[in-house]
């Protein structure tokens, strides 16, 4: 009986394997993108809400963000995967859970509403950095609340929290491993399901290690694009 | 350069040397020499042999049938002969019966050509059944229906690997296959309607089905897609022995006791209810070879 380990790094690109990666590629892909367009425009939403001088949308953002930011996201998925449809008796319940793909939609709309609230508390601090005066200087030229928001004060918080959102960016695509517990066929699940078939888990881990290193890296460039292009002298950058 | 040479050379010699001994010893022999007979025990594998918690020793089906081995061995040698338990896990017990730790395993290890080529199986004692947890009312009655259904199994699963393979090979085409990390979340994914059906093994799926409050809105399918066998092994060239256990478990079906046994663990009132198919009670009867009424006396 052998008792070293024999290495066999073609696991990552033999037929059905190498296609296995793929499809998990694709959906990590998908799942952080969609995931976060919902977590951006919720967050930044949820963060203006919870500046406004109005104590009611205040307390409505902060609840939000307190809520799912201080529950893990494995218990949210779980919460929203198996908890959630009942919510709505047993009817609907039924009707929700015979959609095809629950699982992958759960996940993305569970990993942008838990990813929003940490954009929320970045999008707040971006606010809170930018000075009085800019709010009265805006109110003084005839802007109302809405207008002032939409045209001086977002535009500039926007850029001052680009690089905190970059590791959010990061994030949504690490969190989305998390996804494989309910079930979603992404690159963690499938280096899984390599690992059970073929009993290589060292190769299929490490390749899964170098997919996510190298969305990250891609994450990374393409913020620090942003960031330079975007940026105003005298804020950020030099 | 000299000093590995005498290395190398002294450590063939002894695995040489530990190979021949392995061999050497019969188990006959050796259980006959000492009086006593070590047993491989599972820990966990319901209703086979696991350890009950009230008295915290190995029970099961399993080790019923090891205490009837042992009454016969001690026939045989006509003196009292002891069963010395060893715990084995479902990664060691190849390895322990392969390097002669345990005399026999007794417990529930799937009958493999891979594992044949290391050890020797006994007579095929169970079929465990790949198979369909289903709503009570559920229209699926045999392996077509599942066309067109939301089927469930446990990642990492070799019966989520039956599905899929049974899928790609064309036998059925199900709606959707949708996979969970645990059996109890599988069982929430079938009470909340996200699958149609929920697959493991018959036995387990009893198990989750037994402990749900109401027990009777579910069912185990009568089908079964696919089938582990299971075998007590032996270590490899001990044909005496295995020649024993294969004997005990044709006595125990001829005389009825094997299925005293089976009922008392996998029976209606048993602890984990696992109905009989006809296949199976069939397959009983046609392993028994013709066997001498005092089989077990020495010659």
């Known amino acids: 009986m052998g008792l070293a380990y024999e290495f066999d790094w073609s696991v990552l690109w033999r037929n059905p394997y190498g296609m296995y990666l793929l499809q998990g590629i694709w959906v990590t892909i998908k799942m952080g993108l969609i995931g976060w367009i919902i977590a951006l425009s919720l967050g930044v939403l949820i963060g203006t809400m919870r500046i406004s001088p109005w104590r009611w949308l205040r307390f409505l953002g902060g609840a939000y963000v307190e809520v799912f930011r201080n529950i893990p996201f494995m218990v949210q998925l779980f919460f929203w995967y198996y908890a959630g449809p009942m919510i709505f008796g047993k009817s609907i319940q039924y009707q929700i859970n015979s959609i095809i793909g629950l699982n992958y939609y759960v996940a993305i709309i569970a990993l942008g509403m838990y990813t929003a609230s940490r954009v929320a508390e970045h999008t707040r601090a971006g606010f809170s950095s930018i000075s009085r005066d800019h709010h009265q200087a805006a109110l003084s030229t005839g802007l109302t609340h809405p207008q002032m928001y939409r045209y001086v004060i977002i535009p500039y918080a926007l850029r001052i929290i680009i690089p905190p959102l970059t590791t959010e960016f990061l994030t949504i695509f690490k969190n989305s491993s998390i996804a494989m517990t309910i079930g979603v066929l992404e690159t963690t699940f499938m280096s899984y399901k390599i690992d059970s078939e073929t009993f290589h888990g060292l190769e299929s881990t490490t390749g899964a290690c170098l997919i996510y290193l190298a969305l990250g890296l891609a994450v990374v460039k393409l913020m620090g694009i942003l960031e330079s292009r975007l940026k105003i002298r005298g804020t950020i950058g030099r | ?299």
């Open chain 2, 1 to 299: 350069m000299k000093k590995y040479f005498i290395f190398a050379f002294c450590f063939i010699f002894a695995m040489t040397l530990l190979g021949s001994v392995a061999l050497a010893d019969e188990t006959m022999d050796r259980i006959n020499k000492t009086g006593k007979i070590r047993v491989g025990l599972r820990e966990g594998s319901i209703p086979f042999a696991f350890i009950d918690p009230k008295v915290g020793k190995h029970v099961g089906f399993s080790v019923d049938m090891t205490y009837l081995l042992v009454e016969k061995l001690s026939q045989h040698f006509g003196k009292k002969i002891k069963i010395q338990p060893f715990t084995v896990t479902p990664k060691t017990r190849i390895p322990m019966v392969a390097n002669a730790t345990v005399d026999v395993e007794m417990g529930s290890t799937t009958y493999t050509q891979k594992r044949e080529e290391v050890v020797d199986f006994s007579y095929i004692f169970f079929f465990s059944e790949t198979t369909f947890l289903v709503p009570k009312d559920s229209p699926i009655k045999n392996i077509k229906d599942l066309n067109g259904k939301r089927l469930g199994g446990a990642r990492g699963t070799t019966n989520l690997k039956a599905i899929e393979d049974q899928v790609a090979a064309g036998r059925y085409t199900p709606k959707a296959i949708v996979v969970v990390e645990t059996h109890p979340q599988g069982f929430l994914a079938l009470k909340g309607g996200k699958v149609d059906a929920y697959s493991t093994d018959r036995s387990l799926l009893e198990g989750l089905r037994m402990k749900a409050p109401h027990p009777e809105n579910w069912k185990t399918v009568d089908f079964a897609i696919a089938y582990e066998p299971y075998g007590y092994m032996c270590r490899e060239g001990n044909s005496d022995i295995r020649d024993f256990v294969n004997n005990t478990i044709v006595w125990s079906i001829k005389t009825g006791k094997f299925y005293e046994m089976y009922d008392k663990w996998m029976g209606p009132k048993g602890v984990v209810p696992i109905p009989r198919s006809k296949a199976y009670e069939d397959y009983l009867q046609l392993i028994c070879y013709p066997q001498a009424k005092d089989w077990w006396k020495k010659k």
